[in-house]
């Protein structure tokens, strides 16, 4: 099995920074794709960034380009998050995730395709 571990979370203030980090363990990731998710109260949990781990080769939604930097530290099985510009409608839970079988060209996917999670990492942004 694979576990992965958010840490960074906090409160922080529109406009400020953070930066997530997602620790793995537990399997090679070579073909892996890593993802983040964020889940509002109230909301459906949604894909904002992902990565392949062997290729670095990156996605980002709508809601996070420009502000929002995925990218990982092959050597240490660590993937991260720099959120830059925060806004408070950024405000969520923060999930890493890993995706066994990534699709060539699919990366606008829902939670279902992705097999491990970590538990979550709360990012508040106050106004």
């Known amino acids: 099995q694979v576990q992965l571990v958010e840490s960074g979370g906090g409160l922080v203030q529109a406009g400020g920074s953070l930066r997530l980090s997602c620790a793995a363990s537990g399997r090679t990731f070579s073909s892996y794709a890593m993802g983040w998710f964020r889940q509002a109260a109230g909301k459906e949990r949604e894909l904002i960034t992902a990565?392949?781990?062997?290729?670095?080769?990156?996605y980002y939604a709508d809601s996070g380009k420009g502000r929002f930097t995925i990218s990982r530290d092959y050597a240490k099985n660590t993937v991260y998050l720099q959120m830059n510009i925060l806004k408070p409608e950024d405000t969520a839970v923060y999930y890493c995730?890993?995706?066994?079988?990534?699709?060539?060209?699919?990366?606008?996917?829902?939670?279902?395709?992705?097999?491990?999670w970590g538990q979550g990492t709360q990012v508040t942004v106050s106004s």
């Open positions: 995730a890993a995706d066994r079988n990534p699709r060539r060209g699919r990366w606008d996917v829902g939670p279902e395709e992705y097999d491990y």
């Open positions: 990565i392949t781990w062997s290729g670095g080769n990156t």
